[in-house]
């Protein structure tokens, strides 16, 4: 079964540290995108990745930053916590165009809370 | 810009019941549309996709959604809701630009399926 994986489901952090949330996809596929998902906000694009240390802005990059060294892993990085911060937060990844037509397949999500 | 928009934030329906969630999208090419459901803190799963073709699309779930491009609209219904369809529901939208592709989804719709 193909699978992305988020490397933890639950976190806690302290305001101003670094945190780092890791996410791996087994299906080759070209994209990986990091989301936040907050109640009556949807899903919002943080940063997508379109091919290995390849990396573009989504709606709300302000406070992160991505990393992609290998095709299959795509890492989110806060760089100093804060409490604002304080969400789920969504992997997912698909084949490029035109292929991407058939869509994401996500991760289970991180919930990460900043105290 | 594209846009999407889940006008209610709730549906409750009866178990047997047909069901309903709305989705209307603002576009100024040809869409790609998608339905995605959420379980509790779980990921998004992918329900269906209009890409081309006939206006009705059937899904995963007995779900299926009717794409109407005079009204921009792309409803998720199912003929008799159940209770374990009670979850999270976003509506998505990409647009055929031939770039890296991206997702813009809506704000969510509760669906609440009760005895």
């Known amino acids: 079964d193909v699978k992305v994986t988020q490397s933890s489901r639950y976190l806690v952090k302290r305001t101003g540290e670094k945190v780092f949330l890791e996410c791996v996809q087994d299906?080759?596929?070209?994209?990986m995108f990091w989301y936040r998902q907050d109640p009556g906000l949807g899903l919002r694009l943080i940063y997508f990745s379109y091919d290995v240390k390849m990396k573009e802005k989504g709606d709300i990059p302000e406070g992160y930053s991505v990393s992609r060294e290998k095709k299959e892993r795509f890492s989110l990085i806060l760089e100093s916590a804060s409490t604002n911060q304080t969400s789920m937060y969504l992997c997912a990844s698909s084949f490029g165009w035109p292929t991407s037509n058939y869509g994401y397949t996500f991760g289970s999500g991180t919930r990460l809370t900043v105290v | 810009a594209q846009s999407v928009a889940q006008p209610e934030d709730q549906v409750n329906v009866a178990e047997g019941n047909p069901l309903t969630v709305k989705c209307t999208y603002s576009v100024s090419g040809n869409p790609y549309l998608f339905w995605y459901v959420q379980y509790p803190n779980r990921g998004l799963q992918f329900l269906l996709k209009?890409?081309?073709?006939?206006?009705l699309v059937k899904g995963s779930y007995g779900f299926e959604a009717e794409f109407n491009k005079s009204q921009t609209s792309f409803h998720l219904k199912k003929p008799s809701a159940l209770v374990s369809d009670s979850a999270l529901y976003f509506c998505a939208v990409r647009f055929s630009t031939g770039t890296a592709s991206k997702l813009t989804f809506g704000t969510g719709t509760r669906l609440q399926v009760t005895l």
């Open positions: 209009y890409i081309t073709g006939d206006n």
């Open positions: 299906m080759d596929h070209e994209n």
